[in-house]
């Protein structure tokens, strides 16, 4: 056969501007006053909601607390609910949690007190200052004059600085948590949340599926793959960085204070702040790009307030430190929660999102995420031909838009229908 002989295919021509703002001017003339009332009902409701929870906010601290250890506990909850009953399940993991919150709080709060305590007193003042100066100058004897008075007066003023920034950051800290504290005490709601959490906690893992289909109920047909691929979209960034940051910070704070106590043991330097400068680490490795860099950059400065040599030291510690993490540590989790944003964005990010505050920072990996591809989701779902509902960035095919129903495994714990209920099948 010939190529003339071919069958062509034939495209057919793009709507044009014109037909698509009829068609856009007909769907909005197809809603019906009802379903427009509707509508304002739902909005309505939801910002009463949100104005409510933003004006209480201090009040309902304790379920901000309880949404995070949900998040944490849920997956644990269902790997325990194949082996045992979701009640007991719960209590289990709950249980767990209480113990392993005490026995940090027990074991490392009143060190780490002593010790954030002990290094505001540390720091030298600036005649201790100057004198270490002195002594920096003095390892640079091979340069000339000219460069050593550079360097001396190029870098006093600029540590001095970085000193009375430092004092001013913990004691703003300090304060920010006493503060906090002292109005989460007076709030007239906070006890009685405080003492309704747990339950809350229990009733939500408890009827986490059911919830989660009786939302999907009360959406439109219409509506429902978006809602659900916008549920996904801000679930999938937070997992990440549960299962991948967050066990890489506790991995590197663990990590540091090994090697600070090793050094210790091996004579090589005195480090007296060892557990302060571990819970540093893993803090700081929680955000992204930038918070390796700036723990290297922290440890010398507080090594630096005894000497250049144990400034050199812990610099080389804590670079050895994330060496070691990334090798050993990062490849098992790079696999299921490196994150696709490109690292020249994600630093953007980070500058941006540092002048809100540090617990936006330490969230700037997941909140850059959730933007980016909410912001790829909606450009495609407006795009020319539009994406399919429900396909998320990345993915080829949509998962599905209704939750999956209650597995069957669970009847067996359910409690036994009374002989001549309304749920005896026996009859």
């Not at 002989?5 to 703002?21: F, L, R, T, V």
């Not at 540390?122 to 340069?143: D, I, K």
């Amino acid at each position: 056969m010939s190529a003339s002989a071919e069958p062509q295919i034939q495209e057919s021509p793009p709507p044009s501007a014109a037909g698509s703002w009829q068609g856009l001017w007909a769907r909005v003339r197809a809603i019906t006053p009802s379903q427009l009332a509707h509508f304002v009902l739902i909005a309505g409701a939801l910002g009463l909601i949100g104005w409510l929870v933003w004006r209480n906010r201090v009040s309902l601290a304790p379920f901000f607390v309880g949404i995070v250890l949900v998040y944490i506990s849920l997956p644990l909850v269902d790997g325990l609910d194949r082996l045992l009953p979701r009640w007991l399940a719960i209590l289990l993991v709950m249980a767990a949690e209480l113990g392993l919150f005490i026995f940090l709080v027990g074991t490392l709060g009143p060190p780490l007190a002593a010790q954030i305590a002990g290094f505001l007193e540390h720091l030298p003042t600036p005649l201790r200052l100057r004198g270490l100066f002195e002594q920096l100058v003095g390892y640079l004897q091979g340069l000339p004059e000219p460069m050593r008075e550079l360097v001396r007066e190029s870098l006093e003023p600029t540590v001095a600085r970085l000193r009375e920034n430092l004092i001013e950051m913990l004691r703003a800290l300090l304060d920010f948590v006493i503060i906090g504290l002292l109005e989460l005490a007076n709030a007239s709601g906070f006890i009685l949340s405080f003492l309704i959490v747990p339950t809350w906690i229990f009733a939500v893992l408890l009827n986490h599926g059911a919830g989660l289909r009786a939302v999907d109920r009360l959406l439109a047909p219409w509506l429902r793959p978006d809602f659900w691929a916008v549920a996904r979209i801000v679930d999938r960034p937070l997992r990440a960085f549960l299962g991948g940051q967050v066990v890489m910070g506790l991995s590197v704070g663990a990590i540091s204070y090994l090697a600070l106590q090793l050094i210790e043991r091996l004579g090589l330097a005195n480090v007296e702040f060892p557990l302060l400068l571990a819970v540093v680490a893993g803090l700081l490795e929680l955000i992204p790009i930038v918070g390796p860099l700036l723990y290297v950059l922290v440890a010398g400065l507080a090594g630096l307030t005894v000497s250049p040599q144990l400034a050199g030291t812990l610099a080389l510690v804590a670079l050895g430190v994330q060496v070691l993490a990334n090798w050993l540590i990062w490849p098992r989790l790079e696999r299921r929660y490196a994150s696709a944003i490109p690292p020249v964005l994600l630093a953007v990010a980070v500058v941006i999102i540092s002048q809100v505050g540090l617990l936006w920072l330490l969230l700037a990996g997941p909140l850059t995420a959730i933007a980016v591809d909410l912001f790829r989701y909606l450009y495609g779902r407006v795009a020319d031909p539009p994406r399919p509902a429900g396909i998320l960035p990345g993915e080829q095919q949509p998962a599905p838009a209704q939750p999956a129903p209650a597995s069957p495994r669970r009847r067996r714990w359910a409690t036994p229908a009374r002989p001549g209920s309304a749920t005896d099948k026996s009859v």
